[in-house]
Every structure is written in C-alpha cells, then in structure tokens.
C-alpha cells in the first residue's frame, strides 16, 4: 500500500502469451481442462482402490490406496504453502484496469481465502504462482509417477519395460496438463 499498489491501474503489465492466448482461446478454458483433470482423476483413483481391495485384500488394498492419497496430499499441501508464501512476498500491480484494490484488516485475510475459492472475492494483483498450474502440474507428475513406473511383480529381465498402453497414457496426460 505504502508503495501506492493499492491503487487503479493505468497501464496493465504486458503478457505476450495471454494476448496471443486471449484471441484464441476461451478464458475459461483454463478451468475446463483443469477440472475435467482433476474429476477423471478422482474417478481413475476411487476405480483403482476398488482394484487394489480385490487385488489384495481389503485391509491391505485400503492400506495402499490411503498411502497413495497421503503422497498426494503432501505434494498438494507444500505446493500450497510455497504459493501462500510466494502471494506473501511478491505482490505485483493489478493487471486488469478495472481492478480497484480493498484494504482488509487483520481479522478479514482468513475469510479472503474462501472467498477467492468461491469466486466471490478477488485478489486484485496478478500471480506469480498459478494455482491452476500448481494443480495441473502436480496431478499430472502423479500420473506420469504411476504410469511409468515398472510393475514390482515383474521378473529381473521384463522390470525395466514399460507397457506400450501406459507410455501413450502419460503422453496424452501430458498433453493434457
């Protein structure tokens, strides 16, 4: 505020890509891709755990699928606290000229969180930390994790190869991300 950021605008910083992108692309896209990532995700996860139950047991199956979310949400939670920290230490000028900046007090900051996820609040200052990137790139290195990775039950001779069928899937995952 001291640095006067709090105020309007009145040039935009330039983002060559976003101008290209703009013209070309619908702005939510962005959110269409990373949801659908994310839902077929969740669905391949709660398949995969139905697998593991019958392909195991159920103790040892739920032990399996728990471990895997664990790593998750591990990932999901440092990658988390770098964006808090970063949004912390880095605060940039409002990219759109509309944007009017809303000084909050201490009691507010928590609740701007949950509005900014609900949309119904804005930030006001452009990111250097994407959630959305965040996201898309952890979900996909999980997936790159699981699909190229060798099968443990395999002999000595076949444990370096990789299916045909899971090398299309992480190439497609990752045009996808």
């Known amino acids: 505020i001291s640095a006067g950021l709090h105020r309007q605008a009145d040039e935009p910083l330039p983002d060559f890509l976003m101008d290209l992108a703009s013209a070309a692309i619908p702005m939510h896209m962005a ?6 990532l994310i839902f077929f995700s969740i669905s391949m996860f709660l398949v995969s755990w139905r697998w593991r139950i019958q392909q ?18 591990w990932m999901l939670g440092f990658a988390y606290l770098f964006r808090s920290l970063s949004l912390l230490s880095t605060t940039m000028p409002p ?4 944007c009017v900046y809303k000084q909050r007090n201490w009691k ?21 930390f994407s959630g959305h990137s965040s996201m898309a790139t952890l979900v996909g290195l999980f997936w790159l994790g699981a ?31």
């Not at 195991?56 to 728990?66: D, N, S």
């Open 95 to 98: 990219t759109d000229p509309r």
């Open 108 to 128: 507010q900051i928590p609740f701007m969180a949950f509005e900014i996820m609900t949309k119904q609040g804005n930030t006001c200052s452009d990111k250097v």
């Open 56 to 73: 195991y047991g159920t103790e040892e199956g739920h032990y399996r699928t728990l471990r895997i979310a664990r790593k998750f949400f």
């Open 147 to 177: 699909l190229l990775r060798p099968d443990r039950g395999s002999s000595e001779t076949t444990k370096s190869k990789v299916p045909l069928w899971r090398k299309a899937a992480a190439f497609f995952i990752s045009i996808w991300v």
């Open 31 to 36: 959110d269409l891709l990373l949801n659908s």
